[in-house]
């Protein structure tokens, strides 16, 4: 399956973005469907995970600020990020796995969080 993620851009501190991933085929498939998310210097961190029971799971720096959902009849994910720190600043990409075909990422899109 091929992603496309879009939805970043400049937002200020605590302010909103919503972030989206679009499948070329069915998302139902996806055993777990993820958010990353990378700064130069540091290493990926998974940021939200959703399976497809419906599912999620978040790192706890984001917890209680990011809403990762999923429309299976649109073929999308989502990440709803609210109350954005500087430190959100990253490339975030989405990842798609299943147990028989393996992961596959998108191109990613930055989001950059500024005054």
Avoid: H
């Avoid at 999620?56 to 999923?70: H, I």
């Amino acid at each position: 399956v091929q992603l496309v993620e879009s939805g970043g851009g400049l937002v200020q501190p605590g302010g909103s973005l919503r972030l989206s991933c679009a499948a070329s085929g069915s998302i139902s498939t996806m055993d777990v469907m993820q958010w990353f998310r990378q700064t130069p210097g540091r290493q990926r961190e998974l940021v939200a995970s959703i399976t497809t029971d419906g599912i999620t799971n978040y790192a706890d720096s984001v917890k209680g600020r990011f809403t990762m959902s999923r429309d299976n009849t649109r073929n999308q994910v989502y990440l709803q990020m609210n109350g954005l720190k500087p430190e959100g600043t990253a490339f975030y990409c989405c990842f798609a796995w299943n147990v028989n075909e393996g992961g596959s990422w998108g191109q990613g899109t930055q989001v950059f969080v500024s005054s």
